[in-house]
């Protein structure tokens, strides 16, 4: 079936950096693009990044511009987001989804906390 | 940025009864617009997309409808197990795409 697995959430001092994952599977991951959404604890949903199929258009939201970099490995069937500079405020579960969002994986959580 | 005003916040309601939640985006998004819900602890979960079409295996008490700017989604008769959050998300042309604040819907 349709499914989306993330890993790489953690505690981070802020500052600091981590690197999640999405694992696809059930689909041909090389024809959608891609996106990462976040939720910080009792607050609402917010769009982070999105990547198109082949990776070669990528946008991100203001919040993190210049400090998070999506990619994705087609062959790998992954997608991936480099978090680096973290701070309190980033702190949130991190879901990725596929294309239209009609597929979410379960999130892994980020703290960002000294 | 597109900006998402969703209301109310919270409603809560009896089994049965017919509830509905509101979506004004700032400008003109066409009919780009999903609903998600979302359950405590869990992803969300896409009901509605392109506004007004029932995802598949979604139950047919969810609708939405609605274009330009105002969106409606109605649930047409609360079930104990629609108790969640529900979103609003526009994906007019290029992002960033925003979604709504939420509406808690619990059972009165």
């Known amino acids: 079936q349709v499914q989306l697995v993330e890993s790489g959430g953690g505690l981070v001092k802020p500052g600091g950096s981590l690197r999640l994952s999405c694992a696809a599977s059930?689909?041909?991951?090389?024809?959608?693009?891609m996106s990462w959404i976040r939720q910080a604890p009792g607050k609402g949903l917010e769009w982070v990044s999105y990547?198109?199929?082949?990776?070669?258009?990528?946008y991100y939201a203001d919040s993190v511009k210049g400090r998070f970099t999506i990619s994705r490995d087609n062959a790998k069937n992954s997608l991936y987001l480099q978090m680096n500079s973290l701070r309190a405020e980033d702190t949130a579960v991190y879901y990725c989804?596929?294309?239209?969002?009609?597929?979410w994986g379960q999130g892994t959580t980020v703290t960002v906390s000294s | 940025d597109i900006q998402m005003t969703q209301s109310p916040s919270s409603l809560s309601a009896s089994v049965g009864d017919r509830v509905t939640i509101t979506c004004q985006a700032s400008?003109?998004?066409?009919?780009?617009l999903n609903w998600y819900q979302q359950k405590p602890g869990k992803a969300p979960k896409l009901l509605i997309y392109?506004?007004?079409n029932l995802e598949t295996g979604v139950p047919s008490r969810f609708s939405g409808s609605g274009s330009g700017t105002d969106f409606t989604f109605t649930i047409s008769s609360l079930q104990p197990e629609d108790i969640a959050t529900y979103y609003c998300?526009?994906?007019?042309?290029?992002?960033?795409?925003?979604f709504g604040q939420g509406t808690k819907v619990e059972i009165k």
């Open positions: 998300q526009q994906y007019d042309n290029l992002p960033p795409w925003t």
């Open positions: 392109d506004a007004s």
């Open positions: 989804a596929k294309e239209s969002m009609d597929v």
């Open positions: 400008q003109d998004i066409s009919n780009y």
């Open positions: 059930g689909f041909t991951f090389s024809d959608y693009y």
């Open positions: 990547i198109s199929s082949s990776g070669s258009t990528i």
